[in-house]
Structures are given as structure tokens and as C-alpha cells.
């Protein structure tokens, strides 16, 4: 799991998910393989900033890695796709939580996406 000591640094760039094994269900055939995995998910670190006026992103590598690995599926568009593909397999689903709009995998649910991320998941 992600350690606060972790080596990522707190800047902005772009980073990318390999994993050493694809969820259920993915094609990983034609995707970019290297020794550690093959790269499934691309993100950026701060997104573009928004044009409708509201104020950019703050969130730099260090923010949006630490939260795709140990969040929640709510604030991350890497972990409802993870999660999904693990759902029949690990027993979850992707539901509605509180009053809100957002949606999670509950705490159980999150907690065994993190599980299976640390194990399989490497970020470059």
C-alpha cells in the first residue's frame, strides 16, 4: 500500500497504471505490456482547468495516485473500472451511499480494491 514516505513527488505530470495481472474480463492483448505489467489507465496531475470559470484542480502526482490507490470510486475514474471487473469475483457492487450522488463500492468494498491494487498495480 502507499506509504506516506512514498517516493512520488508533489508535482504536476502525467502517470500511468500497469498491472501485473488485468482485471476479469479485460483484453489486455494489444495493450502496452513491460516486464512489470501491462499499462491499462492513464491519468493526469492537475486535469486541464475548467472553462466554465471555476477554479482548476490543485491536485498534483502525489494527490491523484495516493487517492486512486487508498480513495474511494467516488473521486477516482481508475477505481469503478477496477472495481466492476472485480465485482462478481470479490462479491460488490458499485452502489449509491448516503444521500449523496456519488457513487462507492461501500468500505468493505473499497478496502478489497485496495487489497487487490496493492498486489497487482504499479504506477509509473
Not at 2 to 23: C, M, N, T
Not at 37 to 62: C, F, H
Not at 92 to 113: D, M, N, P, W, Y
Amino acid at each position: 500500500m502507499l506509504e506516506r514516505s512514498s517516493q512520488i513527488p508533489k508535482v504536476s505530470g502525467i502517470y500511468a497504471w500497469y498491472f501485473d495481472e488485468g482485471p476479469p474480463g479485460v483484453d489486455v492483448r494489444n495493450c502496452h505490456d513491460i516486464p512489470e505489467g501491462v499499462m491499462l489507465y492513464v491519468g493526469i496531475a492537475p486535469k486541464e482547468p475548467p472553462r466554465n470559470g471555476t477554479p482548476p484542480s490543485t491536485q498534483m502526482l502525489w494527490n491523484r495516485i495516493r487517492y486512486h490507490y487508498r480513495g474511494n470510486a467516488y473521486g477516482s475514474s481508475l477505481r469503478p473500472k477496477v472495481g466492476c471487473h472485480l465485482a462478481d469475483n470479490i462479491g460488490i457492487a458499485l452502489r449509491r451511499v448516503g444521500s449523496g450522488s456519488g457513487l462507492t463500492f461501500t468500505h468493505h468494498g473499497e478496502r478489497q480494491i485496495s487489497e487487490w491494487m496493492s498486489r497487482h498495480a504499479r504506477v509509473s
